[in-house]
């Protein structure tokens, strides 16, 4: 399986594809009495090219002057708040993309965390095709891939093509003025993989 794990944090990271070739050379000669079968021979030299493709996934955000971080704040109850990121394939193959949601800082909370409820609208070339939700503190407990959808089917994303992805948070009810201020965080990444790549689900 070649994977290729992104998270938010470090951009851009290339994986490279190893595939061993095994040449076999067989070699010949007959001969039967006084007859003898003529042979001419030419060989190659270095002009035989063989290039590696390459797994590269890259996920930034599109609003921010920090591409590396994707940002909700002045959040309040019974109100939506998003961001908008980008994820391109930067690599040479085609590709499926997984997500996952690790790395979770701040309010140590449960209670807290379990009101917030998530929306992850993804579009390609401006049109809607997969939409994500549910409940935070389910979502950040998990620690599973989920796979990027089209038409119920994984998305094959090709060289340089590229989707767009909308977060969204909603504060479902109204918490204790001691959570004023607080803060927490936790990374998206992005994985591509080979489309002959399966992936074992729990």
Do not use: W
Not at 1 to 11: A, F, G, P, V
Not at 119 to 138: P, W, Y
């Amino acid at each position: 399986m070649i994977r290729n794990r992104e998270s938010i944090r470090k951009i851009f990271k290339n994986k490279t594809i190893r595939i061993a070739f095994i040449s076999l050379i067989i070699c010949g000669f007959c001969s039967s009495g006084s007859f003898a079968y003529l042979t001419s021979n030419a060989n190659v030299d270095s002009n035989f090219k063989v290039k590696m493709g390459t797994l590269n996934i890259g996920i930034e955000n599109m609003d921010s002057k920090d591409s590396k971080s994707i940002e909700i704040s002045n959040i309040k109850p019974k109100t939506h708040k998003s961001d908008i990121f980008r994820i391109k394939n930067m690599g040479s193959l085609k590709e499926k993309i997984h997500l996952s949601f690790t790395n979770f800082q701040g309010v140590q909370n449960e209670d807290f965390i379990d009101k917030f409820e998530y929306i992850i609208k993804l579009q390609k070339s401006g049109d809607n095709f997969q939409e994500i939700r549910g409940n935070l503190k389910d979502l950040l407990n998990s620690k599973r891939d989920i796979k990027v959808l089209e038409s119920n089917k994984e998305l094959i994303l090709k060289s340089e093509e590229e989707i767009t992805g909308e977060f969204d948070l909603y504060l479902n009810e109204n918490v204790s003025y001691k959570y004023e201020h607080s803060t927490f965080s936790f990374d998206l990444n992005a994985t591509g993989l080979q489309i002959n790549t399966k992936v074992n689900e729990n």
